[in-house]
Nanobody, 127 residues
Framework: QVQLVESGGGSVQTGGSLRLSCTASGYTHSTDTYCMGWFRQVPGKEREGVATRSANGWVTYADSVRGRFSVSKDAGNNTLYLQMSGLTPEDTGLYYC???????????????????WGQGTQVTVSS
């Protein structure tokens, strides 16, 4: 049973930084192919992709975060990270971690690609 647990959310002011973590269990990063990603959602809007990292090292970013956010993974503890800097109020939202096994993300995928989701961690950026 795959489980994803996010942490690291919080409240910061514009220009601040946060690092989100997503720890996976019931699955190991040694699997040949997978894509793990971060999505975010605000009330009344669709869930949007933020960044992904695949087993082969491919990374993707939404245009809105490229150059400010960085996604990385630590295979030793099955954890995916999202380092966020230069945060703005537009980055506010509930951030979800997602996983799709047997798949590599060459381009920024839609949420429908992913079979497994965490519960989310809230990020709030004030002006």
């Amino acid at each position: 049973q795959v489980q994803l647990v996010e942490s690291g959310g919080g409240s910061v002011q514009t220009g601040g930084s946060l690092r989100l973590s997503c720890t996976a269990s019931g699955y190991t990063h040694s699997t040949d192919t997978y894509c793990m990603g971060w999505f975010r959602q605000v009330p009344g809007k669709e869930r949007e992709g933020v960044a992904t990292r695949s087993a082969n090292g491919w990374v993707t970013y939404a245009d809105s975060v490229r150059g400010r956010f960085s996604v990385s993974k630590d295979a030793g503890n099955n954890t995916l990270y999202l380092q966020m800097s230069g945060l703005t109020p537009e980055d506010t939202g509930l951030y979800y971690c997602a996983l799709r096994l047997g798949f590599l993300c060459r381009t920024q995928p839609s949420p429908q690609v992913f079979a497994h989701w965490g519960q989310g961690t809230q990020v709030t950026v004030s002006s």
